[in-house]
């Protein structure tokens, strides 16, 4: 009965290859989010989908292209690996638009590195 | 444009001391929210706290306590009697309602307790 689920937990791939990261939150809510946090633990937003509709995409190089089948799901697929995109990846969800809302719930995190 | 400052990169403290965990925030709205996030070893990141702008209250959680004041654009965290279990990255947030409700994250401080 976990909130926010991730997968997989880590990953390990080489340089040039495709994958993916699956993001599943069970709360209901509305609005999920992808965050990176960088080998200096800055914790930085990439995406967020608000109802399978983009509403936030910051600087990321469009090798990155999220995928939100429905609401309860948000998908982080990543084209041709580099070397920089070695990161944890997180997942959050939250039901936007509730007044004095916002609290976001983060999955466990993946681990990606990139050989 | 929101920006968060947490100055202290790194805090070792001994057990049972208390600390403070400073944080700062920029922002030219007037409805705002702030937030505390705890990332232990683990990796996972637990919500501590969310206090909207028009509640200058301080709120104290058993060992946990927050002082926000406004007029300096602050809101610290205080540890009293700190244990080793607190030892962990903490982040202190900005997010503004009916925008984009991304979370702006510090750059953490690392805070470790010492046996």
């Known amino acids: 009965d976990t909130a926010v689920s991730q997968t997989p937990k880590y990953l390990v791939t080489q340089m040039g290859n495709d994958k993916s990261i699956k993001c599943e939150q069970n709360?209901?809510?509305?609005?999920m989010y992808w965050y990176k946090q960088d080998s200096k633990k800055f914790l930085k937003i990439m995406f967020s989908?608000?109802?399978?509709?983009?509403?936030i995409n910051e600087t990321v190089p469009n090798r990155f292209s999220p995928k939100s089948p429905d609401k309860a799901h948000l998908n982080l697929h990543i084209n041709s690996l580099e070397l920089g995109d070695s990161a944890v990846y997180f997942c959050?969800?939250?039901?936007?638009?509730?007044?004095?809302?916002?609290?976001?719930?983060f999955g466990p995190g993946t681990r990606l590195t990139v050989l | 444009a929101q920006k968060v400052t947490q100055a202290q990169t790194e805090i070792s403290v001994v057990e049972k001391e208390d600390v403070t965990l400073d944080c700062v925030y920029e922002?030219?709205?007037?409805?705002?929210?702030l937030f505390w996030y705890k990332q232990p070893p683990s990796g996972e990141l637990v919500f501590l706290i969310r206090?909207?702008?028009?509640?200058?209250q301080n709120e104290i959680s058993g060992r946990y306590s927050w002082n926000f004041q406004k007029s300096t654009s602050s809101f610290n965290f205080t540890i009293t009697a700190s244990q080793v279990v607190d030892s962990a990255v903490y982040f202190c947030?900005?997010?503004?309602?009916?925008?984009?409700?991304?979370?702006?994250f510090g750059k953490g401080t690392r805070l470790h307790i010492l046996p």
């Open positions: 922002t030219r709205d007037t409805t705002y929210y």
């Open positions: 206090r909207n702008s028009f509640d200058e």
């Open positions: 947030a900005l997010s503004v309602p009916n925008r984009d409700d991304k979370i702006i």
């Open positions: 959050a969800s939250s039901h936007l638009g509730l007044a004095g809302s916002n609290e976001q719930f």
């Open positions: 709360l209901g809510h509305d609005t």
């Open positions: 989908y608000n109802n399978k509709e983009l509403i």
